[in-house]
């Protein structure tokens, strides 16, 4: 496995986002996408589960946090989708080492924000069916002595299971915002460049990990 | 970084710079096919000039606003920024009622100035937001760039202003439009309005401190992320969070077929 201790204590903060929550209210639910919706309302209790049981240590939570990421997030759809067109350009080798890192960021990057959790609540908001079948499913974050802020989670179906494919904050798509970065990447580089931009970025992140 | 961040920071400079610029920008030719370019939006043909703009505007950031944010995040409670933070989204309300009226949302503009009434007696001139915890009216976030988007008008190449940051030519316009609009400081000193301003930009950015750090050290071309994001984040605001379809790429969801 390339994924190492360091990225144990890591979580992945997609899923944070649905962390950051107390599942409430439900307004205009959807027929289609209904089952979507208890995924990610399911996934938020757990989650939430973890965050508040203060009494189990930091890197035993991250741990859990990360197990239950690693079943609701489609990484390996995630990642094309992330690289869309550029993604025949990769090798094989290629590809399974680029969703292994891309994965690896994921999780050190949201998960060194777990400290920033401070009782924020979450409101599923909303629910409605995609012209491809996907799902969306809107949630509101509040507290934190901001606005609302408007999360939403894109689910498809993937092997009978509902899977998370993209969170979309504020109108901003993590899916996008990658893409657009690594076609940049893509287009100076190649796959080999991207592959170790990718390294190193991880290399950087897992020493700032383990210094914090 | 988000629009209502580069309209505090409008004021930093002159509203004469600002009206100016918006009157050499309105002067770009604009497509007025806005929808059309959607996949095209991130061609950035001013990308060089752009990325020349960016550094200079981090390079203030760096060695101006964040030591004095940080400073400002150390002196102030977190409870006092908030309240700051509230009064002024409070002043900046009658200019979301009147940019939700020229874009014929009556609705939406009588929630941001019912907001702006409420909250400007009973939520202590605006300090606080009852009608958001008590009333459930969240904030409308409505600007006079966002109004020309909804005539009609199409947004022009990405464009990094000096100081102001992320824009287009028709946000640049925006821009002046609401700087114009901002009935209030026709009656203040122009010192008054500066120093104002210039507490809402600290402010703002002692708020911001994490994430921008955060940002910088996750993404790999800080440039292309913060042009991603301000597109993405204007066409959601324009589209009122209604259409949730994020992004600019047509095929954001497509799985391309192969290996």
């Given amino acids: 496995m390339m994924i190492s201790m360091t990225s144990f204590r890591a979580t992945s903060a997609l899923l944070f986002a649905a962390a950051f929550c107390l599942v ?8 289609a996408s209904a089952p979507a919706r208890l995924v990610v309302e399911s996934t938020s209790e757990q989650v939430l589960a973890v965050l508040r049981d203060k009494g189990v240590s930091v890197d035993r939570r991250l741990e859990e946090l990360q197990q239950i990421a690693y079943r609701r997030f489609d990484f390996p759809t995630i990642g094309r989708l992330v690289l869309a067109r550029g993604w025949n350009q990769l090798t094989p080798d290629q590809q399974r080492a680029f969703l292994e890192d891309f994965k690896r960021h994921l999780s050190l990057d949201y998960g060194r924000r777990i400290d920033s959790y401070t009782n924020q609540t979450v409101t599923i908001i909303g629910d409605r069916t995609e012209p491809n079948g996907d799902a969306t499913v809107r949630t509101q974050v509040n507290g934190g002595g901001t606005s609302p802020v408007a999360v939403d989670y894109r689910l498809r179906r993937i092997d009978g299971d509902w899977r998370v494919i993209d969170i979309i904050v504020e109108g ?41 | 970084m ?9 004021a930093v400079i002159t509203r004469c710079f600002l009206l100016a610029a918006g009157l050499v920008f309105a002067g770009v030719p604009l497509s007025v096919h806005a929808e059309a370019q959607a996949n095209a939006a991130e061609d950035d043909p001013w990308e060089s000039f752009n990325r020349g703009m960016f550094w200079f505007n981090d390079q203030i950031d760096g060695y101006v606003l964040e030591p004095v944010a940080r400073g400002w995040d150390f002196a102030m409670p977190k409870d006092v920024q908030t309240w700051i933070d ?6 900046h309300a009658p200019i979301d009622t009147v940019n939700s009226l020229l874009q014929g949302k009556p609705r939406d503009a009588g929630v941001a100035f019912g907001r702006f009434l409420f909250n400007s007696t009973v939520g202590f001139a605006g300090f606080f937001d009852p009608a958001a915890s008590e009333l459930g009216l969240d904030e409308v976030r409505e600007d006079f760039g966002q109004t020309l988007a909804v005539w009609g008008l199409g947004s022009g190449p990405y464009l990094v202003l000096p100081i102001l940051g992320p824009s287009s030519p028709r946000d640049t316009a925006g821009l002046a439009g609401d700087a114009a609009m901002t009935a209030y400081t026709w009656f203040i000193p122009w010192s008054a309005t500066y120093s104002s301003r210039g507490v809402d ?11 921008i750090e ?3 050290k996750s993404s790999f071309d800080y440039y292309v992320f913060v042009r991603n ?15 949730g379809e994020s992004g600019f790429y047509d095929d954001l969801y497509d799985v391309v077929p192969g290996n």
């Fill in chain 2, 229 to 243: 994001a301000y597109l993405q984040y204007r066409r959601n605001l324009i589209q009122d969070k209604k259409a």
């Fill in chain 2, 214 to 216: 955060d940002s910088k």
């Fill in chain 2, 2 to 10: 988000t629009p209502r961040n580069s309209q505090n920071a409008a």
């Fill in chain 2, 201 to 211: 930009v600290v402010n703002t950015r002692s708020r911001l401190l994490q994430q």
């Fill in chain 1, 24 to 31: 409430a209210a439900s307004v205009g639910a959807d027929e």
């Fill in chain 1, 172 to 212: 901003v798509s993590l899916v996008s915002s990658y893409r657009s970065q690594f076609q940049e990447i893509m287009a100076s580089g190649g796959p080999t460049r991207l592959l170790q931009v990718l390294r190193e970025k991880n290399e950087q992140a897992a020493t700032t990990a383990r210094a914090g």
């Fill in chain 2, 86 to 91: 509230n009064f002024f989204d409070n002043v």
